[in-house]
């Protein structure tokens, strides 16, 4: 849902002396406006400047992309905290281009070097109410939408999926059951998000992971089943090395039907 409308929106910013001259695009994301959101989210607005804008008493985020973050303003109205991020065009260009096939195929792209501003950036751009600029929104939308971005994340989830389970084979092996446990969770966790990334659904945050099977709901592990595990329901703490025995082998099926 949408908190405010794109005239209140531009109001606010302007009275907090928050809006450039020029921008060339403005929209509104993140938990509120897939409906998600709760009394107390945060409103999360992306502002694209065609040069560096920052009022100087701002935060900043880390990004990979030059100059290595983006000022970050903050403020409340209506009730809520409102996030301002603030992107340059050009790091927009260098951050489509770090996540293309190219890139990727020639081994430079590498998921593990995106922060999650980056990440949330991305993800955002499909789930996004438009303030100003719908055409710049909607070709960055499928601009990034064609990159390999939903791929290199799976890969790096699948990798952590392989780290873990070995990890949690040898755990059982010698006996450290409460760490074998924890591993096979991770493990869970990562084989989840290699499948929700491969149908175009990335998210840094595990506390939305249900929300996101729920939306996807990915014909490879219903919801039930997923739920099953994320809140163990199944185990039991007198034979703990059969419920990891039983989730490692849900995570492998779940990344030979992984689609990369």
Request: hydrophobic share 45%.
């Amino acid at each position: 849902m949408t908190v405010v409308t794109p005239h209140r929106c531009l109001e606010l910013l302007a009275e907090h002396e928050l809006l450039p001259a020029a921008p060339e695009a403005i929209y509104l994301a993140g938990s509120l406006v897939r409906g998600w959101g709760n009394p107390s989210s945060d409103v999360d607005v992306y502002v694209i400047v065609p040069e560096p804008w920052n009022r100087g008493d701002g935060e900043t985020g880390p990004v990979s992309v030059a100059p290595g973050t983006v000022p970050i303003h903050a403020f409340i109205a209506e009730g809520r905290r409102w996030d301002v991020e603030y992107w340059t065009d050009s790091q927009v260009d260098e951050l489509l281009g770090l996540v293309s096939w190219a890139s990727f195929e020639a081994g430079r792209a590498r998921a593990e070097s995106l922060t999650t501003h980056e990440t949330a950036f991305m993800q955002r751009l499909a789930f996004a109410d438009v303030v100003t600029g719908a055409e710049w929104l909607s070709r960055r939308a499928r601009q990034f939408d064609d990159a390999a971005v939903k791929t290199m994340i799976a890969s790096r989830a699948l990798y952590e999926l392989d780290l873990l389970t070995e990890d949690a084979v040898g755990m059982v092996q010698a006996g450290d059951l409460h760490s074998a446990v924890l591993a096979a969770r991770y493990a869970f966790g990562a084989a989840v998000e290699a499948l929700l990334a491969s149908h175009a659904e990335f998210n840094e945050q595990a506390k939305w992971r249900a929300r996101r099977m729920e939306d996807v709901a990915p014909a490879e592990l219903t919801f039930e089943d997923y739920w099953a595990i994320e809140t163990m329901r199944d185990f039991d703490p007198t034979a703990p090395e059969k419920w990891v025995e039983d989730v490692l082998r849900v995570c492998q099926h779940i990344a030979g039907e992984v689609q990369l």
